[in-house]
């Protein structure tokens, strides 16, 4: 009879945990823009000519000035930026917005401003030019956001995908919404308003510096070299050869003193140095001490699954809190992720393994079982081919007339007078084309990957690492 009551009293305890478990999932479930889109009702505006859209509607007015860029620009110009968001009926030019404010604006990249749809980097400000956080499609408010053009993607939908994808695998991926944009009453085409990988609660939730503190939580990005005063001399300039270099996202240069840039820089190479140490898998001093070591492995399996080699080498971020470990993330830009790159990534072959902070990582027995068995979980739910497939059917019709509206501004998208992939007959000629790209580059990988993951341990292997351990 006791045992009866102590197997009742397990169960019961076990629904309780589960419970709490369902709940707070709930509580933090991603929006999928496309799953939760209403149906909206059909206008009956007698204009013919009137811009009807079920998208999110932004319109951004510059007033007569340039957008600057960030290639040796780093200005901004203040534009009037609002968006019409109704959730229940089409949106126009002529509708009350629901975000209307002042906005420092300039391109995000060195590469869009030679192209058609410039993305941006879209600063919200009062009209005193303080940060002026506000919601913003229903994503949570903050004063910075980026309005990514998808052009040299043209499925539209890799980091649509990607992002959401990443929400799912990992703790955070930056929030995203299709919508439509006018840029001075022109037509723009189909963008993705995307939150930008900055600190904040419902983003990279790291604590605030706390002023006059000797230390803080961080930010840091990975990409190309900047101003030489803007770089970090932490370890991994020295211990591993790279062209790419740190430079701190936050704190924000307003509060960055010399002393907390120094003890950023201390603080990372503390971190690098344990992992690329004879000591790395000491139990007392190795990379689980100070690595969130999850983090590392699904950020490997989302990046080398779509073959994102420019991860770990441009547009890579990590974080720390004060009280945390070492995280890296969030991703970031998989616009030449599955095959859109120059370089041809035919769905075969592994990359990341030999990249920043991976090659020591990889010489360890015990993270590359994490990773293969990882890499099992999630290729029998979000990266499964029947999940991908569908997500991509389903976005598609989801976007339905839009994509046509988007290919008839720039005109050129499919003519081949700019081929951007090589040999040139990798570029779609429609837009049904790159859909059937991006399928069959999914289902070659996941083949692929299914039938090698496992010859990931030769490189963990003792015959190759002799010099490396004790």
């Known amino acids: 009879m006791k045992r009866k009551l102590i197997c009742i009293a397990t ?7 589960i419970g709490v478990v369902i709940a707070g999932d709930s509580e933090n479930q991603r929006i999928h823009q496309h799953q939760a889109a209403a149906v909206k009702i059909s206008c009956d505006h007698t204009d013919p ?3 009807c ?6 319109t951004i007015h510059t007033n007569g000035q340039s957008i600057p860029s960030d290639e040796g620009d780093d200005s901004s110009m203040t534009a009037d930026f609002q968006v019409m968001d109704n959730p229940t009926a089409n ?4 509708d009350q917005a629901v975000v209307s404010s002042f906005a420092n604006i300039h391109s995000t990249d060195n590469a869009s401003p030679l192209l058609n749809k410039k993305s941006l980097l879209i600063k919200l400000v009062t009209e005193n030019r303080t940060e002026n956080k506000l919601a913003v499609m229903g994503m949570p408010a903050h004063n910075e956001w980026v309005l990514y053009g998808p052009y040299l993607d043209k499925t539209l939908l890799r980091n649509y995908l990607s992002m959401n994808l990443a929400a799912e695998i990992m703790n955070y991926g930056a929030d995203v919404r299709f919508c439509e944009v006018f840029l001075d009453d022109h037509y723009q085409g189909v963008y993705l308003m995307m939150e930008s990988i900055s600190q904040g609660e419902n983003r990279v939730n790291i604590s605030k510096y706390s002023s006059g503190s000797t230390y803080t939580s961080y930010l840091v990005r990975l990409d190309r070299n900047a101003a030489e005063t803007e770089n970090l001399n932490n370890f991994t300039r020295y211990a591993y050869d790279t062209d790419s270099v740190f430079n701190v996202v936050y704190p924000e240069s307003a509060i960055l003193t010399p002393e907390l840039r120094t003890y950023i820089e201390q603080d990372l190479s503390k971190i690098e140095k344990a992992l690329y140490s004879y000591d790395y898998t000491n139990e007392q001093y190795g990379y689980q001490n100070t690595l969130e070591v ?3 492995v699904d950020y490997f399996i989302l990046n080398e699954f779509t073959q994102n080699y420019n991860a ?4 890579t971020y990590l974080y720390k809190d004060v009280r945390g470990k070492l995280t890296i993330g969030p991703v970031w830009d998989f616009s030449s992720a599955f095959d859109n790159d120059r370089i041809e990534f035919d769905g075969t072959g592994f990359s990341m393994q030999l990249g920043t902070w991976y090659f020591m990582l990889f010489k ?3 993270f590359v079982d994490l990773v293969i068995e990882r890499y099992h979980q999630l290729r029998k739910t979000v990266l499964s081919d029947v999940y991908l497939q569908d997500y991509i059917n389903d976005t598609v019709a989801y976007l339905g007339p839009a994509v046509d509206r988007n290919f008839q501004v720039g005109g050129n998208a499919f003519s081949g007078d700019e081929d951007y992939l090589q040999p040139t007959e990798r570029n779609p000629a429609n837009y049904q084309e790159a859909i059937q790209q991006l399928k069959t580059f999914i289902t070659v990988r996941g083949d692929w990957l299914d039938q090698n993951i496992e010859n990931l341990r030769q490189y963990c292997h003792e015959s190759a690492n002799k010099k490396f351990n004790h």
Do not use: C, K, Q, R
Not at 53 to 58: A, E, Y
Not at 312 to 315: E, G, I, T, Y
């Open 11 to 17: 169960i019961i305890l076990m629904l309780v945990v």
């Open 49 to 51: 000519f009137a811009f």
């Open 53 to 58: 859209t079920p998208f999110p509607l932004v």
């Open 91 to 94: 949106n126009h030019l002529y």
């Open 294 to 296: 999850m983090s590392f």
């Open 312 to 315: 770990v080498n441009l547009a």
């Open 364 to 366: 360890d027995p015990a």
